[in-house]
């Protein structure tokens, strides 16, 4: 079943399983480390970027992407944070 197929089916669910859906997505999200093209893409945004608040929510992006959302590696995470100026 491609990704499409899942999104056509999930827009088929009454609205009270789509929010199950959702919910689901939300707590996937932080979990998923993201692949180095990804990163690459919001390194590149954060570099364009003018704006402080875009710059911060991008590098919080990155470093999430990067270890995730796992308990041994978020001293990590803000370290690098904190290097990045935030």
């Known amino acids: 079943m491609t990704a499409e197929q899942i999104i056509e089916e999930i827009k088929r669910l009454d609205p009270k399983d789509q929010l199950g859906v959702i919910r689901f997505a939300y707590q996937l999200d932080p979990e998923r480390k993201l692949s180095g093209k990804e990163l690459s ?11 402080p608040a875009e ?5 919080k992006s990155i470093v999430r992407g990067f270890y995730g959302r796992q308990p041994a590696n978020h001293l990590l995470g803000r370290n690098f944070a904190k290097s990045c100026g935030d």
């Open 55 to 59: 710059a911060a929510i991008i590098r």
């Open 41 to 51: 893409n919001l390194a590149a945004r954060m570099t364009e970027t003018d704006d």
